[in-house]
């Protein structure tokens, strides 16, 4: 089983701070996802990186897949309440049939 | 609206009582998963099925089992249900292999399991 470190694991700032997340392997992964899971709810996905180097933003988020593709990050630019949450990476090696890899998480709360 | 649909938000069993957890998928995906999520543990992959009446061992098979009789359904199945088995599982189903786009997941909403 391929790993995916998260960190942190908890995560409480104020209303409009900045934050980075982070998701490590020492595996390369043909794509990495972020999902986003509010409780009682099942993950949602937020942005698929494919590309090593590769960069997408999703308004305030701003997703980075490393050169090598062992490596993620998530930046939340001035976070708001709404973006509390658990936040998961996952890793797909191949065409995806196999299941993803998923980080432990890292549980998200901006105070107001 | 793309839908994973679980049958059930929530479940008490009890011990040694055989489980069944249905999953319904309305996208046409060829694969579908089981995984059960634990704090401090993340997600962990159960079964997985490739095809109808494929199935594959996941990370953490022991004491389950699954069926696909048909495309748009995945059923879990726990056999003599135990109170270590007492956990959120989230039904998940993606397309079929190929394109590393594919692999994204829909999830269901999951079903919270109590074992007593």
């Known amino acids: 089983t391929q790993l995916l470190e998260q960190s942190p694991q908890f995560l409480s700032i104020q209303e409009g701070e900045n934050l980075t997340v982070y998701c490590n392997s020492s595996?390369?992964?043909?794509?990495l996802q972020w999902y986003r899971q509010e409780p009682g709810e099942g993950p949602v996905l937020l942005v698929t990186?494919?590309?090593?180097?590769e960069v997408k933003k999703l308004k305030r988020l701003t997703f980075q897949f490393g050169d090598a593709r062992k490596d993620s990050s998530l930046h939340i630019t001035a976070a708001q309440p709404g973006d509390t949450g658990l936040y998961l990476c996952?890793?797909?090696?191949?065409?995806?049939?196999?299941?993803?890899?998923f980080g432990k998480g890292t549980h998200l709360i901006i105070q107001p | 609206d793309v839908k994973v649909t679980q049958s059930s938000r929530y479940l008490v069993k009890r011990t040694g009582e055989k489980v069944f957890l249905e999953c319904v998928q309305d996208?046409?995906?060829?694969?579908m998963f089981w995984y059960r999520q634990d704090p401090g543990l993340g997600l962990r992959l159960i079964y997985f099925?490739?095809?109808?009446?494929?199935?594959e061992k996941g990370d953490i098979p022991e004491g389950y089992s699954v069926s696909r009789e048909k495309k748009e359904r995945f059923s879990l199945i726990l056999e003599s249900a135990s109170t270590n088995q007492t956990s959120m599982y989230l039904c998940?189903?993606?397309?079929?292999?190929?394109?590393?786009?594919?692999?994204?997941?829909?999830f269901g909403q999951g079903t919270r399991l109590t074992v007593v």
């Open positions: 595996s390369v992964f043909s794509s």
């Open positions: 996208m046409d995906h060829e694969n």
């Open positions: 998940a189903s993606t397309p079929s292999r190929g394109r590393p786009m594919n692999t994204e997941a829909f």
């Open positions: 996952a890793g797909a090696q191949g065409g995806g049939a196999d299941g993803l890899t």
């Open positions: 990186v494919v590309t090593g180097g």
């Open positions: 099925s490739y095809d109808v009446k494929m199935k």
